[in-house]
């Protein structure tokens, strides 16, 4: 067993091409893996069984395949094994949960979609045979990304012929029809577009991506979801930590985030992109002028970009401007951050309090985007409480996997509907208890520690991306502590395809051998 990517696989002997075979076949399971979460994406999320199912049929069956594939798993790291063997046990438990559970159906429906997310991660795991793999799999994240968020910067700029369906009919709910997921996958998105861009040199495709993060950051930026801007911004911090390129990477964010806070301040103007309760014909006006700005800023964001790249690569900072910058680079980010919690707060604080807001749903508003300054947990915290007190009741067993919608009926404090607690982690606990919880919970902690350990030995090229793998990781596993992602199958084998890659890619062999053709 080995302990990290090996640039070639173990010699396979096959009518004298050893090993060739295998390599193009891992490549073709790694590229399977994000071709399917790509079609998950833009096939409505795969929201129903008839969608879902058969996707997770087709990745079961290749991971069956895979077992009879010779060596295949041979090279995955001691530190793959726990993590897979922690979502083993998940899997078990949802399975053994068939005899305890409430509702069989569900349970079985999560069972399967459970197995799906296991042999995922295996598979990216195991397939990732070479480093020089790792930024064609960036650049394929970021594409499906970027078609997200491309496709809800068009339910903006013309809501009567691409209408959103969310529940205000004004956050865009793009090809995943629900806000606060496409904003998860905008965030890994950005993220991994910001990393893969710092490493790239030429002038044209350093514009094309700049482009690319400005339609993202503007997407995400209209799902008005509060826990995924929260989740993009802290992902973007762990980015910084753990890169070693932190000045070029925040020439770069600046770059384009300029052109972005511009667009922004423009759509302010344009109070019909966030008011409520009105025909998408009548948003076609604000729509049009929305789509010059963007149009504008585009532009701009390539030329910036462009030039930058150009100038760099003519002259180099020295050590005091380039010292002087970086300080200049840290006090804005806190100036900023600063600025946006003083502004959240004090306007919870004129509303009565900041537990009081927490406690209370969003409400109704006329302006969709005033949302964003509120702290309220949108019921969240009445899910919560539901499912805290089902789990107190049954702490090993849980109700069965899948069955949080009829604990909720049972205990719900109103007359509201919902299928999920709004927390993946605790959603585990309520419905197969403590083992289910500290599997998931396990993994969620060891997977972030293993990738930054990895980024923060690494040097180069392999840290700044393995920086971007771990960041856009963290991504999804704190925003999922408030949402349902898990339920919404794309994004989340859109993770689980891009943790197996980050834990392959940090733990490989610090110095490889000249025969590893890989590296």
Request: hydrophobic share 50%; aromatic share 10%; with cysteine.
């Amino acid at each position: 067993m080995g302990n990290g990517i090996e640039g070639r696989p173990r010699e396979v002997k096959n009518g004298g091409r050893p090993g060739r075979r295998l390599v193009a076949f891992k490549a073709f399971v790694l590229g399977a893996l994000v071709a399917l979460a790509a079609y998950g994406m833009l096939n409505n999320g795969l929201f129903g069984e008839e969608r879902w199912v058969p996707v997770a049929g087709v990745i079961l069956a290749l991971a069956f395949f895979t077992l009879f594939v010779s060596n295949f798993y041979t090279d995955v790291p001691r530190a793959g094994l726990v993590l897979v063997g922690l979502m083993t046990v998940l899997v078990s438990v949802k399975g053994l949960s068939l005899l305890w559970t409430i509702s069989p159906p569900e349970t079985v429906e999560e069972l399967l979609r459970s197995s799906m997310y296991l042999a995922t991660f295996a598979m990216a795991l195991a397939a990732l045979s070479s480093r020089r793999l790792v930024a064609p799999f960036m650049d394929g994240l970021f594409l499906i990304s970027f078609a997200v968020g491309g496709f809800g910067m068009l339910q903006k700029i013309n809501p009567a012929q691409y209408p959103t369906r969310t529940t205000d009919n004004v956050r865009i709910g793009s090809t995943v029809e629900y806000a606060n997921t496409v904003a998860v996958v905008l965030g890994m998105g950005i993220i991994l577009g910001l990393a893969r861009m710092t490493q790239l040199k030429s002038p044209i495709v350093r514009g094309l991506y700049a482009v690319g993060l400005l339609v993202c950051s503007l997407a995400l930026y209209f799902t008005l979801s509060r826990g995924g801007l929260v989740a993009a911004g802290l992902g973007m911090l762990v980015l910084f930590a753990l890169s070693g390129n932190r000045l070029q990477m925040f020439a770069n964010l600046l770059l384009f985030s300029v052109p972005l806070l511009w667009v922004v301040q423009q759509a302010q103007g344009l109070e019909k992109l966030f008011q409520t309760g009105i025909p998408p014909q009548e948003r076609l006006s604000d729509g049009a002028a929305l789509r010059t700005d963007v149009l504008i800023a585009a532009v701009v964001t390539f030329v910036l970009q462009a030039g930058y790249v150009t100038l760099k690569e003519r002259y180099e900072l020295l050590p005091g401007p380039r010292r002087a910058l970086g300080a200049s680079a840290v006090a804005l980010v806190l100036l900023g951050v600063g600025f946006v919690g003083y502004t959240v707060v004090s306007q919870q604080l004129e509303k009565g309090g900041l537990l009081g807001t927490y406690a209370t749903g969003v409400g109704k508003t006329e302006q969709a985007n005033k949302r964003l300054t509120s702290l309220s947990s949108n019921s969240r915290s009445e899910y919560w409480s539901v499912a805290w007190e089902e789990w107190k009741e049954h702490p090993l067993t849980g109700t069965g996997a899948g069955t949080f919608h009829y604990t909720w009926l049972e205990n719900r404090p109103n007359f509201s509907g919902v299928r999920q607690v709004h927390n993946v982690y605790l959603e585990q606990g309520t419905e197969t208890g403590a083992v289910a919880f500290l599997a998931l919970a396990g993994f969620a902690v060891l997977l972030p520690f293993y990738a930054a350990r990895g980024a923060w030995r690494a040097a180069g090229d392999r840290r700044l991306l393995l920086s971007g793998l771990t960041a856009a990781s963290a991504v999804y596993l704190v925003h999922s502590a408030l949402e349902w992602h898990w339920y919404i199958p794309p994004s989340t084998l859109f993770f689980f395809a891009l943790a197996g890659v980050a834990l392959k890619y940090a733990e490989k062999n610090e110095t490889p051998t000249s025969q590893e053709a890989g590296y």
